[in-house]
């Protein structure tokens, strides 16, 4: 029996395509910058976004667990609820906090630093929405028994 993605709800499809995005942007950071250097400070860009191989596992990692996580609404949540906190501390250890862009462990400049910021707010949706989805699916089944 093959999933059909249109059956998923929609937080699940956002949580499917982030997921598959963040393991692709992880991947294309790996072919730029290879693994040398891990905290390195280098020129290298993937679409105008600064990036190391820190910031490159940090994507394949988060990328890979949610597309083992955005199948089942619950878990999707947890996803969602998971990713908000550790995009967001991405977001603040990458922001320029008085240093040169570029400097700090992430190799972040600003625009990656909205980037994070993008993220996490979007893993925020992500999580509420499938909590209103599993609440919706509850009330529909309670008044379908009755």
């Not at 992430?106 to 509420?128: E, K, P, T």
Request: hydrophobic fraction near 55%; proline fraction near 5%.
């Amino acid at each position: 029996m093959a999933l059909r993605l249109t059956a998923l709800p929609w937080p699940q499809r956002a949580a499917l395509a982030l997921s598959v995005l963040l393991a692709l942007f992880g991947l294309a950071g790996f072919a730029v910058t290879g693994f040398d250097d891990f905290l390195g400070a280098g020129p290298d860009y993937v679409l105008g976004l600064r990036v190391n191989p820190l910031q490159n596992t940090i994507y394949l990692a988060t990328g890979v667990i949610g597309l083992t996580m955005c199948w089942r609404a619950r878990s999707a949540r947890v996803f969602g609820a998971l990713m908000a906190p550790v995009y967001l501390v991405v977001f603040a250890i990458g922001a320029p906090s008085g240093e040169v862009a570029g400097t700090g462990p992430l190799n972040a400049n600003s625009a990656m630093g909205f980037v994070h910021l993008l993220i996490g707010f979007a893993a925020v949706v992500i999580a509420q929405g499938c909590a209103w989805t599993e609440q919706a699916a509850r009330h529909r089944r309670r008044h379908h028994e009755a």
